[in-house]
């Protein structure tokens, strides 16, 4: 059975460049605070071009020190007529490369160069059609009539001066515009999401046709690139790998393995917070797959003295992310040189830990919120830029077995965050193990891990009344999450078939003692987060 996938998922760009810090042909994104901003700057890459995601307010001259072939204006929540609404700097468009301004960015071009946008009497959401009365450049090679995907109130009701209006809407009179003389460009409605079916073939038009970009980007160049810059930052030293086993990690450590060698030291931490017998699959792999050399450290009964008693999620992850690195410091201190820590940072942990483009802390990620202030290494984050989809094609690249390149994410913490609202002990782990491994099982048998962003247990501290054997019972409660994902930024829950859940619920409840009930969480991501803490 397929599941389909949402599409709302972003990208970040980070900087895969040389030793001046500019990529040699990348397109720069500046977000205005849509919540399709990352997502345009996913689609551009798609396109085979590397992207930028920057916030509104860097300035001209940030933008052209990265040197792009062109620049995009993503949509934004707000009026272009409202008070501390974010302004579009006209300098921007006096840079000398192609401007299009998406939704919001079109309004403030408008704007800005003397077209007339106004509160219109409807809004226009969702799913509107498009028609085309001058392909122009940027809509070349679309039909004359297309749906589109449109959020916004303002509108466009007449293009700047000079500029040519290519296309209206169900409620927009100007609903695309461009000016091939200044090569400026604009649309109302969003290409980067799946409800606009012809909107990578706008976006390529930009890009290709109008940028010129080549569009070679790919993960064969982003391995080239990073070892040259791993070399680089590491020069003749030494550093450690934290490897948990999954593929962000994994993917990091034979990046730096194949950058510096024998010079890298992979230290696996087992912190007794893993999946049932992952541990030793990890040392297996590693050790004998891909012989990188390797030290293994149970931690177990070590972690679980410094969860004792402690409630608070956040709190979880700082412990978990402190003591992480303290482990690391004395391993560090048996060898010689040591000076780099290699972690596999995503762009998902960052911009939800507040780094990326000005967002809040959503929650904090043990490898980016949790590092201690004395943090006695130089971190070596080769996939910081990077979204999951991307890593995994750069794993596939470097050979990597595939399930290992396709296994499910699994946050650092681990478990010890899907222990809601009670302390983590040995017996509640045990029993989210057992009941983790059924629910994995399971989905592979039914022939659907792939097609899952995540799937995975919860065990909340409370407990429900049941009845087995003519006998009351009072046991766990067990809560499945199964979500579709691009790369975690967003998420909609999975429609699991009935039969496979009533197959995972019977196997759970007869085969843990100790759980009496299962339910399954139909959240999706926005309002909710995939993890429960």
Known sequence: MSLTEPQ???????????????????????????QYSQLIARRVRECGVFSTLLPHHVGPDEVARRKPLGLILSGGPASVYADGAPRLDPALLQLGIPVLG?????????????GRVEGAEVGEYGRSQLTVHDHGRLLADTPDEQACWMSHRDTVFAPPPGFDALASSTASPVAAIESVER?????????EVVHTPYGQQVLRNFLINICGAAGTWSARSVIQEQIERIREQVGDGRALCALSGGVDSSVAALLVHQAIGDRLVCVFVDHGLMRKDEGAQVISTFKDHFHVPLIAVDAEERYLEKLRGVVDPEQKRKII????IRIFEEEAAKLDGIRFLVQGTLYSDVIES??????????????????????????????????KDEVRAVGAELGMPERLVWRQPFPGPGLAIRVVGGEVTKEKLDVLREADAILQDEIRRAGLYRELWQSFCVLPDVRAVGVQGDERTYGNVIAIRAVTSDDAMT??????PYDLLEQI????????????????????????????E
């Open 8 to 34: 709302g998922s972003p990208v970040a760009a980070g900087p895969l460049a040389g030793s001046d810090g500019v990529v040699t042909e990348q397109v720069v994104v500046l977000d205005y605070g849509g």
């Open 102 to 114: 998406i939704c919001y960015g079109m309004q403030l071009i408008a704007r800005e160069l003397g």
């Open 183 to 191: 090569g400026i460009y604009g649309i109302q409605f969003h290409p």
């Open 321 to 324: 992310g402190t003591e992480f």
């Open 354 to 387: 507040g780094g990326g483009t000005g967002t809040a802390t959503i929650k904090s990620h043990h490898n980016v919120g949790g590092l201690p202030d004395d943090l006695e290494f130089e971190l070596v984050e080769p996939l910081r830029s990077l979204f």
């Open 491 to 496: 998420a909609d829950w999975a429609r699991l």
């Open 505 to 532: 619920a019977s196997r759970m409840i007869n085969e843990i003692r100790p759980v009496g009930r299962v339910v399954l969480d139909i959240t999706s991501k926005p309002p909710g987060t995939i993890e429960w």
